[in-house]
């Protein structure tokens, strides 16, 4: 549930507006099965308005209260001792020293269903986790809502904005939504909340305003195969330096790098990873988009399109509680498809295209791609803006508002 509210001299409005997310059945699941459950994912991304929600009885401790965070810091074990039970316990990569005395606890209960943890760090999270609850929980990631969630509460409650070029601007973070904020102050206090509070604590950075550089850089080459050296380059900066940022905006859910596939189909394939946003409406800000007759007439509309649809695929399979297993193909001629789907031994490439109106040449990477791979290539789609849906030469034509029905193989 999230609720926002509309204040004024005369009047006071409130607005319940309930969307629910696909991932609350997979976290019930795993919440039954584990003694701790860990939900990672960006902030503002719904982690904490989704887990009070669906464990109301659980006590609840936020680390980002400086007083709740003196507490746990000065005394874990008594601190644990609290909740005999089991808690809430968000933002715990604050202080991930606190899993080990969770660890302790979970082993002398011998209890499913205790702890919830949530965090927004996940190099921090990951390496806690590995040294003290391996074994203990399930780890589940919670990125910004999802098309399908937006489509399935527009059918109940109309949402203004839900078509594929508002959504470039206005992105998929709850806020925008729950209230009356425009993207581009959403956008704007995100940036500099995430600069001053993430990025100083992952880094003993020096100067924010190059940083704030390298992310405007980033989203300016979003689809792109990334090239380290070009990007230091730019900046004037290393590029161990820029290694480190790119793991620093990875590791706090700004960008995904999606990785090349290559098995068995050759040596002169790319072998570096694309770049992409976590959020289309952060890239579409950093590159200084803020309305729609602005990304009509953008150059980067076709890759903010692309980025948006292969962020809705990997939420599609972190909703299922699963990992992403999507890639991309490029050889060193330049054939390519942007997006390879891998489930058990078989490939579904995936082509996605800006235009409304079908164009045979859309299918050329899909055909290409097929024949290397003839026998693990049972399925194909062009995900486009057009209303014609249909298969065309062996392949699905579908609008990319239909992304949900593609990895047929989760139905």
Partial sequence: MYISSYNSDIHKFWIFLFINRVLAKELENAFSVYPVVTLIG?????????????????????????????????????????????????????????????????????????????????????????????????????????????????????????????????????????????????????????????????????????????????????????????????LGVSCTTISQWLSILEASFVIVRLKPYFENLGKRIIKSPKLYFVDVGLASHLNGIESLAEIQKSPLKG???????????????????????????????????????????????????NGQTFNPRFLKGLHYFRALAPNRVKNGYLLYKGDVQQQVQGFYLLNMMNLDSVLSADK
């Fill in 303 to 353: 890759a903010l399109v692309e980025n948006l649809v292969v962020i809705e695929l990997f939420k599609h399979r972190y909703n299922l509680g699963k990992s992403p297993n999507l890639y991309f193909f490029r050889d060193s001629h330049q054939n390519e498809v942007d997006l390879i789907y891998k489930h058990a031994d078989q490939l579904t490439p995936i082509e996605i295209k």
């Fill in 42 to 234: 960006p902030r503002q991304s719904g982690k904490s308005t989704l887990v009070k929600a669906l464990f109301p009885k659980l006590p609840y401790v936020n680390l980002e209260s400086p007083n709740q965070m003196a507490i746990a810091k000065a005394d874990p074990v008594a601190f644990i001792k609290q909740y005999q039970e089991g808690a809430i316990i968000d933002e715990v990569q604050n202080l991930p020293e606190l899993l080990s005395y969770i660890q302790v606890h979970v082993d002398e209960k011998k209890k499913n269903g205790l702890f919830v943890l949530t965090g927004s760090h996940q190099l921090a999270l990951h390496e806690a986790i590995a040294q003290s609850l391996a074994g203990r929980t399930a780890v589940l990631q919670l990125l910004p809502l999802s098309l399908a969630e937006l489509l399935v509460h527009q059918t109940k409650q109309p949402i203004a904005g839900v078509d594929i070029d508002s959504l470039l601007i206005k992105g998929f973070y709850p806020r925008t939504y729950e209230c009356a904020v425009e993207p581009y102050r959403f956008y704007e206090d995100y940036v500099s909340t995430y600069l001053e509070r993430d990025v100083r604590k992952l880094t003993n950075l020096k100067d924010i305003i190059l940083f704030q550089n390298f992310m405007v850089l980033c989203a300016s080459r979003i689809g792109q195969v990334i090239n380290q050296q070009s990007m230091a380059n730019d």
